[in-house]
């Protein structure tokens, strides 16, 4: 029961641990500032092609000027170990020279997450992970095998790539004894909504994930982007989210079920980004109805990508190159171009924002017209 309850309040504490942070080290005295969360953008890479993808347009790029693992250890000699790191990608179990990295990590000292589709390993790799500072492991499963495996394009066998990966992994912590988190995440489709508690019931019985992540998808050019703007004026920028739902026949009956149904799960299920279920239907309807509520990650949270470029929080805008940084990002907090950035998002509307599961959305005021529904 202990760890259910510690898995259940996980995200949310360090939703509030992030922002709360964020805030803090941006207005407080400090001689340095770090980021308290590193995403690493290690690849454009991926083996997969999934539709509602918000990374699609940009995968699998010529991949120029990779940092060099010595790289990598600069960069790293420059951070504290109170930063936590995210490895994200595309796939990052596809980039070069990924086990190289993970020891790396796990020889300086620093806890990461990492997030994969599972279907990229052998048995070396999942015992690294299991061996290395790994505390949070996130893996993607939107359905059972026909309905998951019709969201991976040309892939016939990536449910069972899956399953296996997560049985390997799952045996070799047990064995080790190592406590890593399993966080099972699952995208929120019109396609699957049906499939997603028996999925999850069927997974407590035999993956026994410590949480659930129900995402809602999104599509914001601003947002996690490959292809980063160099302007703030830029339209990729200014686009907001621009997701289509289609065949959204019976979407809300079928969105109060799930939520019922949710009430039979022991499992923690997290559903982001942060949203009361009465706008989730909102969001189905009429994504331009969500809007970001405030969010102080972009003053603090950064991402580092494969060529060394830097952005704010997870925002497709870039502020410099590490390496015209020295191999220091607490430099970066001083430059003008941050200062101007902060200035920009201040000012701004937020639709940079849109989408974003890091945050905290709800309905639009002028939306707010009587014509929502409640879920009960």
Not at 164 to 173: A, G, H, P, R, V
Not at 209 to 225: D, H, M, Q, V
């Amino acid at each position: 029961m202990l760890m259910i309850y510690k898995a259940k309040y996980l995200a949310r504490l360090f939703f509030y641990y992030n922002q709360v942070g964020s805030i803090l080290v941006d207005r407080l005295f400090f001689k340095k500032k770090f980021p308290l969360l590193l995403h690493i953008r290690i690849t454009t890479k991926c083996n997969l092609s999934c539709p509602f993808c918000y990374l699609k347009e940009g995968l699998n790029q010529n991949e120029e000027n990779l940092l060099t693992i010595l790289e990598w250890k600069k960069i790293l000699s420059n951070i504290p170990r109170t930063t936590i790191i995210d490895i994200t990608g595309a796939e990052p179990m596809m980039a070069k020279d990924i086990d190289q990295f993970i020891s790396l990590l796990s020889e300086r000292g620093f806890k990461f997450s990492l997030t994969t589709n599972g279907t990229v390993y052998n048995s070396y790799l999942i015992s690294q992970l299991v061996d290395s500072s790994l505390k949070y492991l996130m893996v993607s499963l939107d359905g059972f095998e026909s309905m998951h495996n019709s969201f991976r394009g040309e892939s016939k066998n990536a449910f069972k790539k899956t399953i296996k990966f997560l049985n390997e992994f799952n045996k070799q912590k047990n064995l080790k004894n190592k406590k890593i988190h399993l966080n099972i995440k699952i995208m929120l489709l019109e396609k699957n909504i049906d499939e997603i508690v028996p999925l999850i019931k069927y997974l407590e019985e035999t993956i026994e994930p410590n949480s659930i992540t129900i995402n809602l998808p999104f599509k914001n050019e601003a947002r996690g982007g490959l292809k980063l703007s160099q302007s703030l004026e830029e339209k990729n920028l200014l686009s907001g989210n621009n997701f289509v739902f289609k065949g959204l026949k019976n979407m809300e009956q079928k969105l109060i079920k799930l939520k019922r149904d949710l009430r039979q799960i022991s499992t923690p299920v997290a559903i982001k980004p942060y949203t009361s279920w009465n706008d989730i239907i909102g969001y189905f309807t009429n994504n331009k109805k969500i809007k970001s509520n405030g969010c102080s990650l972009y003053k603090n949270n950064l991402t580092l990508y494969y060529n060394g470029d830097v952005t704010p929080c997870d925002i497709s805008y870039k502020l410099k190159n590490i390496r015209e940084l020295d191999y220091n990002l607490s430099s970066l907090y001083t430059k003008k171009r941050f200062k101007i950035f902060k200035q920009y998002m201040k000012a701004s509307d937020k639709k940079i924002c849109e989408g974003c599961i890091q945050s905290s959305q709800s309905i639009k005021k002028d939306f707010n017209s009587g014509t929502t529904s409640r879920i009960d």
